[in-house]
């Protein structure tokens, strides 16, 4: 077992434009907060489970499902504007003052994608356990050719040449974040650069139809009919 210090942390503004009241919302029959805090409570990296949010009305369902919100985030960094790494800094640097906690590692897990399973924390946790990275974060796999729409709708390749085959077999492969499922981060290397996604960062790859990140209604409708589901659905796969 790990001597390390880990905090794992939930973010979750209350200002949701797209799905209102988004992270208390219920997905599949609980709150979608509560699904993030139940697989850290679950996982086998124990470590300290706080909620950052700014809505009294999401920390006291935090609380009930057995997270910390010690205080609410103030009002600068619950703006449309606030950057993640600002909030987990000002965390970080509230918890060191008031406390005199300082965690080695932080875990983040969003709300936002509760297709996530424990098994890839854990196997992100592994990574930068057997590594020298400073972060380690998941991705899914996505078509190699990467196109843009310019303001006129001319469609631009913009990693590579038209003159390259078509056949997807012949591109090297090419993935995506999806939808920030896990990030482990250093905490010494995350003060010292001010971002999440380190000098040092490598990937755990995550299947496609686990990594839903729910932004809009039909994303939220799509990923409660398949984490209803997923028994099935990873069985079916798995025959293939």
Not at 10 to 39: T, W, Y
Not at 74 to 98: F, H, M, R, T
Not at 160 to 182: H, K, R
Not at 218 to 240: G, L, P, R, T
Request: aromatic share 8%; charged share 25%; glycine share 2%.
């Amino acid at each position: 077992m790990s001597k390390d210090k880990i905090l794992f942390w939930i973010p979750a503004r209350g200002g949701s434009k797209r799905i209102s009241n988004k992270n208390i919302k219920n997905f599949a029959d609980k709150p979608l907060i509560a699904h993030a805090i139940k697989q850290a409570l679950s996982c086998s990296i124990n470590g300290r489970v706080i909620v950052d949010t700014d809505s009294n009305k999401i920390a006291t369902v935090a609380k009930k499902y057995g997270a910390e919100a010690p205080w609410l985030r103030p009002a600068y960094l619950a703006s449309d504007n606030a950057q993640g790494v600002d909030c987990l800094i000002y965390l970080l640097d509230k918890l060191k003052k008031q406390e005199k906690y300082e965690p080695d590692y932080v875990i983040i897990l969003q709300t936002t994608s509760p297709l996530r399973q424990i098994e890839d924390i854990t196997d992100c946790w592994k990574m930068i356990q057997k590594t020298k990275a400073n972060t380690v974060l998941t991705v899914c796999p996505t078509h190699p050719r990467l196109y843009y729409l310019s303001k006129n709708n001319d469609i631009i390749l913009v990693n590579g040449s038209e003159a390259n085959s078509t056949n997807v077999q012949d591109w090297p492969p090419a993935y995506i974040l999806n939808g920030c499922f896990v990030y482990i981060v250093k905490t010494k290397a995350l003060l010292k650069e001010k971002k999440v996604i380190t000098k040092k960062t490598k990937a755990v790859a995550c299947p496609n139809w686990r990594s839903i990140d729910l932004d809009n209604p039909e994303d939220w409708v799509i990923a409660e009919i398949i984490y209803k589901n997923k028994s099935s659905i990873a069985k079916k796969i798995k025959k293939f």
